[in-house]
């Protein structure tokens, strides 16, 4: 049966609400659809091994129970202190039918980079599917406001873990591999109150394209997902009261999206199915025109 995507999900305002960074999908109202109900596979990913960083919440926990539900072996790569949603993420890939490898880390540092790709194939083997989807967020209302800290977190995240895993993984991969980055709708209309963040996933959206050319002749394919507003934990993490109040209401849907309406991008680019295309910027952003 047809939905209206327009009222599939709860609409704004929103309650007050906000969180320390990285958040708790668990303290979040209403709480994210990740998939744990919603999401079926179909074998699109048979017999393939993932990894994924930032794998515990938000569009890579959806991405993390979609690959497992299409077949996929996965690992999800996360910080220390988020252990317990990690779990919760193990449990669905295991109850998947998949294996699950679980691999507490920090990507911004470059031996801990390399040593999750290396842990990966250790356990499965090998690596078909790389998703570079961890990343830091802080609000940046203005220049002077802006923490030093912050603006250094955000790219040792966003764009130096995203450039050490990536180059760890093309070491290993074999030609037909997949990497997707998560980038934003941010890379072409980047926000003010964002600017930050902005830098830094216009930054990958631009090593995307690169590496897509640079890898052709490896055989693997690059692309990104540019994700508009999705209602994940970086929002009552990452934003201010009014933001979250009515977030996602400036899109035509006049809503944010769920991760698990994010999900599906990530598994057409890591299939087979999708072997000429690369250097791809995907954007699911509820009918927002992004150019």
Do not use: C
């Amino acid at each position: 049966m047809t939905q209206d995507p327009t009222t599939l999900y709860k609409q704004p305002p929103f309650p007050v609400q906000q969180q320390s960074f990285p958040g708790k999908r668990a303290e979040m109202n209403p709480k994210p659809d990740t998939g744990e109900d919603s999401y079926q596979g179909h074998g699109r990913l048979t017999g393939k091994a993932a990894l994924i960083t930032g794998g515990d919440s938000g569009i890579g926990r959806a991405v993390a129970i979609a690959f497992a539900r299409e077949g996929a072996d996965v690992a999800i790569a996360y910080l220390a202190a988020e252990e317990a949603d990690a779990r919760e993420v193990e449990a669905l890939i295991t109850k998947a039918g998949r294996r699950a490898l679980l691999l507490p880390t920090d990507i911004s540092k470059s031996a801990d980079a390399r040593a999750i790709v290396e842990q990966t194939v250790k356990a499965f083997g090998k690596l078909d599917v790389l998703v570079n989807n961890a990343a830091y967020q802080a609000p940046t209302p203005s220049l002077e406001e802006t923490k030093d800290e912050d603006w250094e977190a955000m790219f040792a995240t966003n764009v130096h873990g995203t450039f050490y895993v990536t180059k760890a993984a093309v070491g290993v991969m074999q030609p037909g591999g997949s990497i997707i980055n998560t980038a934003s709708v941010n890379t072409k209309h980047p926000t003010p109150s964002l600017f930050g963040y902005s830098a830094t996933k216009g930054a990958i959206g631009n090593m995307t394209v690169s590496f897509a050319q640079l890898l052709a002749e490896k055989g693997l394919r690059v692309n990104a997902v540019l994700p508009g507003p999705i209602w994940t934990p970086f929002i009552p993490a990452g934003m201010e009261e009014d933001a979250i109040k009515n977030f996602g209401s400036q899109t035509p849907y006049g809503r944010p999206g769920q991760p698990v309406e994010v999900a599906p991008p990530y598994v057409m680019l890591a299939s087979d199915e999708a072997s000429y295309i690369s250097g791809a910027l995907i954007t699911v952003a509820g009918g927002m025109p992004i150019f």
